[in-house]
């Protein structure tokens, strides 16, 4: 036993060092995590600012203007300009000049002190239809608390219904929360299946790996052996993720650390196991990198990181139950967003320790008939 566990370790090391004197290596594990995570935490948001807004008011009294400034006092919104004619719409939209105009007609201010309805028209940029009905959804807020506050001060009942919204997990709805906790599963993904899908095909390009299988180790030692830098920089990685995250973002953890760590161990033992099953495939580097790239575009399409799994067709979602970066998504936003403890997510832990045991037996099944 105590032969069996310094043959591990003296593999282990061996990978470590394979890993680390390579200078390209090296720039793989440091450099990209923190570009991608910087340019994801920042760009990859769902929230609108500085939206390019043209405005067209008929009426020009202080009822409208006072709704104008509402609009474009708005972080989220940036005046292009005042129109002076309809005919002004049509060239702005068409050349992306702004995003959207707001008409407002002449009896604008006469409707709301009678008491009637008065019209806003919006004409949005339909092109991207999500960011089309997230400024939509922004001038219906501004729209709600005008109406609101023009009733108070006019002694006006009331609109006859109104929504009150209180987002629970996240309050102000900042979608970096919701964004970079994600990071956190995709970027060690990213590492742990690129350094380890290149374990084995390194090794054959050298001409060494014929030369591991004659030694005294077996097939289960060499598996070990190869997993254990995967899983320690899988690990090390997705730490520094989660530093950053918490103190650079500024994410608030409000749940078990405990919990998030054992979910993170599973997950990079299942990605160490894909990236194995890669490598044991791979006669090549190059035909290890697009393998671990074959799988992780997939992965991530397929994880929840961007678009609701309940949304993809039926037999698509099917297919996210083998993706195990879907679990551990649910893992990080509980604990990160929701405060949740290990009861909470432990039904989670068991199908990522499934995926890494089926990829792990399949690697350790390549290595035994290669040895054969």
């Known amino acids: 036993m105590q032969q069996s566990i310094q043959r591990i370790m003296a593999l282990a090391i061996k990978e470590l ?77 068409d050349n992306r000049d702004v995003l959207v105009v707001m008409h407002i007609g002449p009896r604008f201010s006469a409707d709301l002190l009678n008491g009637r309805s008065a019209n806003v ?10 960011t089309a ?15 609101l506050d023009w009733a108070r001060r006019h002694d006006l009942p009331p609109p006859p219904a109104t929504v009150t919204v209180r987002p629970w997990f996240n309050a102000n709805l900042v ?45 289960i030692e060499i598996l070990i052996g190869k997993s254990f830098p995967g899983v320690l920089i899988g690990v090390l990685e997705g730490s520094f993720i989660l530093a950053m995250a918490i103190l650079w973002f500024e994410i608030p953890l409000r749940g078990s650390l405990g919990a998030l760590y ?30 671990a790239f074959l799988f992780m575009v997939p992965a991530i399409i397929l994880s929840g990181f961007a678009t609701p799994i309940e949304n993809m067709p039926y037999a698509v979602q099917l297919l996210t139950y083998a993706d195990p970066l879907r679990y551990f998504l649910i893992i990080l936003r509980g604990v990160f967003l929701e405060g949740d403890s290990y009861a909470l997510v432990s039904q989670y832990y068991w199908p990522m320790a499934l995926i890494a045991l089926v990829t792990l037996s399949f690697a350790a099944w390549l290595f035994r008939h290669r040895m054969n």
């Open 133 to 147: 009905l997230l400024v939509q959804g922004y001038i219906s807020n501004i729209v709600s608390d005008f109406n």
């Open 262 to 291: 054992l979910g993170m161990f599973f997950f990079v033992l299942s990605g160490v196991g894909v990236g194995l099953m890669i490598s044991s495939l791979a006669l090549t580097q190059q035909q290890g990198m697009l393998g």
């Open 17 to 93: 060092l394979a890993v680390l004197k390579d200078k390209r290596s090296r720039i793989v594990l440091v450099g990209p995590p923190i570009l991608q995570l910087l340019v994801f935490g920042y760009a990859a948001t769902f929230d609108l600012n500085d939206v390019a807004i043209a405005v067209y008011n008929e009426d020009r009294s202080a009822a409208s203007r006072e709704l104008v400034a509402h609009v474009v006092n708005s972080p989220n919104f940036t005046l292009h300009g005042y129109l002076e004619n309809e005919h002004q719409i049509t060239p702005l939209i």
């Open 175 to 219: 979608s970096r929360w919701f964004i970079v906790p994600g990071l956190v599963g995709v970027l060690s993904m990213v590492i742990t299946t690129i350094v380890t899908a290149l374990s084995v095909a390194r090794e054959r390009e050298a001409g060494t790996f014929d030369q591991l299988l004659v030694t005294p180790l077996r097939p």
């Open 121 to 130: 028209q919006l004409l949005i940029d339909g092109r991207n239809s999500n």
